[in-house]
C-alpha cells in the first residue's frame, strides 16, 4: 500500500501580488514554516547579491518578497520572469544553513522579574525554563514593528504563557520575554506585556553604526546564559 504523500506549504510556482504601480508581493507558500521562510530568505540573498535594474528594495517576511521597484526601468513582467529564472538558479541556496547570533542573557532577579511565574505556569523549576529557553536556536522569520524587533519561531511549547494583563508602561532596551508562543528581545525602551525572564547587555539597535543591526531576517538567534558580573562588564563595553 502506498504512504499518503505529505503536503508541502511551499508552493511549486510563486505567486505574485500587485501592490500599486511600483511594489510586488511575491508568496512562496502557506503559514509560519521555517522550509518557506528559507526560501523567502534565499530569494532576497539573490535579488541582493544579482542586483537587478530596476529592483529598488526588497523585504523580506514571514511568507512573501515585497519588491520594489522602478516600472519605467523594468516592466511588471520583466520583473516576474527574472524573478522566477533568478529561483530556477538558486539550487541548494535554498537550504544554506543560516548565520546564528549568540545573544548574552542574565535570567531573573532585577532583569528577569517573570521568571518565577513562567517557571510555575510551565511546572518546572526556574533552572529548568532558563536551560530549555537557551537550549536552541531561534529562527529570525522577520524583522519589524520597531528598529531590531524580530519575529523568533521556534519557543518550546512547554514555555508557552499567557500575556501580562495589563502592560508595563516601560520594558527596559535589551529584555528577554515570552508571550504566548513567542519569545523575543526588547531592541528599545517600550512599552510591553511580555513576561520578562532575563536582559541581554547588548545593544541590538545602534543607529550610529554603518550596521545598526546584530542580526537580519534569516538568522538565528542564540540565547546564552550569563553571569550579573559578566552582563556588567559586557554593557561597561557596550556604552559609549
Known amino acids: 500500500m502506498t504512504a499518503p504523500m505529505t ?26 514554516d521555517l522550509s518557506v521562510n528559507r526560501k523567502v530568505h534565499a530569494m532576497a540573498r539573490a535579488l541582493r547579491g544579482q542586483p537587478v535594474v530596476g529592483i529598488q528594495t526588497v523585504v523580506p517576511a514571514y511568507r512573501t518578497l515585497a519588491i520594489v521597484y522602478d516600472p519605467l526601468a523594468i516592466p511588471l513582467k520583466g520583473l516576474e520572469g527574472r524573478i522566477l529564472a533568478l529561483e530556477a538558479e538558486l539550487g541548494a541556496d535554498v537550504l544554506a544553513p543560516p548565520r546564528t547570533v549568540d545573544i548574552p542573557v542574565c535570567y531573573g532577579g532585577a532583569f528577569g522579574p517573570d521568571l518565577e511565574f ?33 519575529y523568533l519561531g521556534g519557543l518550546d511549547p512547554r514555555l508557552h504563557t499567557p500575556r501580562l494583563p495589563t502592560p508595563r508602561t516601560r520594558v527596559a532596551a535589551g529584555s528577554v520575554g515570552i508571550a504566548e508562543a513567542q519569545t523575543g528581545v526588547y531592541p528599545a525602551d517600550s512599552p510591553g506585556g511580555w ?10 539597535f545602534n543607529p550610529l553604526k554603518s550596521d545598526p543591526f546584530l542580526y537580519q531576517a534569516g538568522d ?9 558580573a559578566d552582563y556588567d562588564r559586557i554593557r561597561s563595553l557596550e556604552d559609549p
Open 7 to 32: 503536503a508541502t506549504p511551499l508552493y511549486d510556482r510563486p505567486r505574485f501580488r500587485h501592490c500599486g504601480d511600483c511594489a510586488v508581493l511575491v508568496e512562496y507558500g502557506e503559514g509560519i
Open 118 to 150: 513562567v517557571a510555575a505556569h510551565s511546572g518546572l523549576a526556574p533552572e529548568e525554563v532558563i536551560h530549555i529557553h537557551s537550549r536552541d536556536p531561534y529562527p529570525i522569520y522577520a524583522v519589524g514593528f520597531a528598529p531590531g524587533f524580530c
Open 195 to 204: 513576561r520578562l525572564i532575563g536582559r541581554t547587555p547588548l545593544n541590538l
Open 220 to 228: 538565528q538567534i542564540r540565547f546564552v546564559p550569563t553571569s550579573p
